[in-house]
């Protein structure tokens, strides 16, 4: 990554914000902070429309759609990431996620399956989506505002996780989560332990 990022030591107002969350969740800094730091105010756009999508779908919906989209484009940043968040709030247990990583999505609700899918398919080729696909979520049992919201968090990943790739941003170790889920969700071992201080 060659942009230059904010340093901790004279980070004040959000990008200040966004470190300390980081601080005191995992004891080191990102390097996806780092690099969305350089706009700050992006990234606190970014922020309060997860903020929006969410109270309308739930976390559950939500992790559903974002790991659905992160392993579509292969965002190992997000996978990792919304993987040990899944854990955390008990939308998978960890031999549901390394299944997803799999590929195997039967640790979701038949329900979040759909979701699933339908952020899958707007991940790979959403030009080439129809009526067909939001007809899926409907079935569902999805009301107008959730099929907007899952769209609308499927479609926020791919942004966020783009941007990320096409920055080369490096991916860090994410602490917690176990060396054989971090396998099976991105294909290769990665040492668990943080990085060095940022």
Do not use: K, W
């Not at 992006?42 to 922020?47: I, K, S, T, Y």
């Not at 939001?134 to 049992?141: H, K, M, P, V």
Request: glycine residues 8%; aromatic residues 6%.
């Amino acid at each position: 990554m060659i942009i230059q990022t904010p340093l901790a030591a004279t980070a004040e107002g959000h990008v200040a914000a966004m470190y300390d969350g980081d601080l005191a969740d995992d004891g080191f800094v990102y390097a996806h902070t780092q690099a969305m730091a350089v706009n700050p105010e992006a990234h606190a756009a970014f922020e309060a429309l997860v903020h929006a999508i969410v109270p309308s779908i739930g976390v559950r919906v939500y992790e559903a759609a974002t790991l659905g989209a992160a392993r579509a484009i292969g965002s190992t940043h997000c996978l990792l990431a919304h993987g040990r968040r899944s854990l955390r709030v008990g939308v998978l247990d960890e031999a549901g996620l390394a299944a997803f990583g799999q590929g195997d999505d039967s640790a979701f609700t038949p329900q979040e399956q759909v979701v699933v899918r339908y952020a899958d398919r707007l991940s790979r080729d959403a030009s080439a989506m129809t009526d067909r696909d939001t007809q899926e979520l409907r079935d569902a049992g999805f009301t107008d505002r959730q099929i907007v919201d899952i769209t609308l968090a499927a479609a926020a990943r791919n942004y966020f996780s783009r941007a990320l790739q096409a920055l080369a941003v490096p991916v860090d170790p994410v602490p917690g989560l176990p060396p054989a889920v971090v396998t099976a969700l991105t294909g290769e071992r990665v040492d668990p332990a943080p990085p060095a201080d940022r």
